[in-house]
């Protein structure tokens, strides 16, 4: 058995049987890290190999805590993990140590995980780039001269690279989905609120970023997601949510697939992009699953004007104090400059403009969802680009206006909150993997995830086509 082939379950399940142990896990685990972390960046702060080992035969020796006991995970450099550095891509916060678990993390370790260190990110996770002045670049698995996305391009690489069998990531503007297209695993952006963030600072207005669970399988992602999932009493907008596993033994009812397209042209997608997502579409058809066109919706220049206007004011009401401090503000990318300074200069008009405008994308959508059970869009509009790029300033030669406008196709759902399961769509003729986004209307999380396991038990792409390392 090659235990770093292994799904996250799988292992668990020999781990409880004990039909292998932790410490072997850990060695094989370590052991991957140290033949192909260098090639792809994706682990970074890792943690002395003795004292994991050390961990790993004290969760052997311990009873069982939960259905993560003894498996080794990395987190996302967003969220602190006690005892390990916080960096947030940024020098600002390089080698700073967090005191405590986040929420979402103590809930892993509740369940038995052990944490090795942290997966890469970009600065303070803006941007689906993976790129930062502390820990450098991490490269796409599938071609080390491209990006691996972001922000949780760590993550997704790890896993791709099998470094890791399960991760965890955040998204706010597609950061669950744009990497794990680009690495060929599956990654979901939960209903909103079913994770709940920190309890802490502003508790009501910025509903936008969400912390979800990365894998090889949808099983491993149901089971993360589980385990992340939750009401949190301090938090008023927290929700729960049904379980995700386990996945019923027959498929699902056949699915109305509503195709989203570019979007009545407002998308550009560069070439090729249409062509792995229609074939993936015709393979859902063959499936049982009926699809159909859908005229664009909404006007997308709206929701992306409410984008942009809620997310600046959400990065300016967190990084404010950063900027306002001449040596701090010194150490920001410009992109960071530039979102706090554009929510800096909004007025309440501009604020309230853009949350109605976002109500009205809501109930436009329901009302989408009367006639379609899961609505379609790319995982990204362009593939995989070149890994020393800040980012795309073109797709399809139309100009991308601002450092993330080359993501628009990923603001429809996160923009209210719904629920996406980015699946993994194949590849195109230039060798590089991409993926599509299955949208599904307020907690119907465990239907998206059952669809999910449907389409990779006829596809099963992860391990059809790992990376060559």
Request: hydrophobic share 45%; aromatic share 6%; net charge negative.
């Amino acid at each position: 058995m090659d235990i770093i082939e292994q799904e996250a379950l799988t292992l668990s399940h020999l781990l409880e049987r004990g039909k292998l142990s932790a410490a072997e896990l850990m060695h094989a685990t370590l052991a991957r890290i140290e033949a192909v972390n260098g090639r792809v960046n994706a682990i970074v702060s890792l943690r002395d190999p003795d004292t994991l080992m050390a961990e790993a035969r004290a969760a052997d020796a311990e009873p069982r805590k939960g259905w993560l006991h003894g498996i080794p995970i990395a987190v996302k450099d967003l969220a602190n993990v006690a005892g390990l550095p916080t960096s947030m891509g940024s020098p600002i916060f390089a080698g700073q140590i967090a005191p405590k678990d986040d929420l979402m993390v103590a809930r892993l370790r509740a369940a038995g995980a052990i944490f090795i260190g942290k997966t890469n990110t970009p600065e303070f996770g803006l941007g689906s780039h993976t790129y930062n002045p502390v820990h450098g670049a991490t490269h796409n698995p599938y071609a080390r001269d491209r990006s691996a996305g972001g922000s949780s391009g760590g993550a997704a690489a790890a896993l791709a690279s099998r470094m890791l069998s399960v991760a965890d990531g955040s998204d706010m503007m597609g950061s669950l989905r744009n990497p794990a297209g680009w690495n060929n695993v599956y990654g979901m952006r939960p209903t909103w609120g079913s994770v709940p963030a920190e309890p802490a600072a502003d508790l009501f207005l910025h509903q936008l970023a969400t912390s979800g669970p990365m894998a090889r399988t949808p099983g491993d992602l149901a089971a993360l997601n589980d385990t992340m999932t939750g009401r949190d009493p301090r938090q008023p907008l927290s929700c729960d949510l049904a379980p995700g596993l386990p996945f019923t033994a027959q498929n699902g009812p056949r699915q109305r697939i509503g195709w989203l397209g570019d979007w009545g042209g407002a998308l550009p997608y560069e070439g090729g992009i249409d062509d792995l997502s229609t074939a993936a579409l015709r393979q859902l058809e063959d499936m049982g699953h009926s699809v159909e066109n859908v005229p664009a919706p909404f006007d997308m220049d709206l929701i992306w004007d409410s984008w942009i206007t809620l997310r600046s004011f959400a990065v300016a009401g967190g990084s404010a104090a950063l900027h306002a401090n001449p040596e701090t503000r010194k150490l920001l990318k410009p992109a960071a400059i530039w979102e706090i300074e554009r929510g800096l200069a909004m007025s309440t008009s501009d604020i309230y403009r853009a949350s109605a405008t976002r109500s009205d994308w809501f109930r436009a959508v329901m009302a989408l969802f009367e006639d379609y059970d899961v609505l379609v869009l790319p995982s990204a509009q362009c593939w995989p680009f070149d890994v020393t790029l800040d980012h795309p300033t073109e797709i399809a030669g139309v100009a991308m206006d601002t450092y993330h406008r080359w993501m628009q196709v990923v603001i429809p759902a996160g923009l209210i909150g719904l629920p996406v399961v980015n699946i993994p769509a194949g590849f195109g003729a230039n060798g590089l993997p991409g993926g599509l986004q299955l949208i599904g209307p307020r907690g119907s999380d465990g239907p998206l995830l059952q669809l999910a396991q449907e389409w990779h038990g006829v596809t099963d792409w992860p391990n059809t086509r790992p990376p060559a390392l």
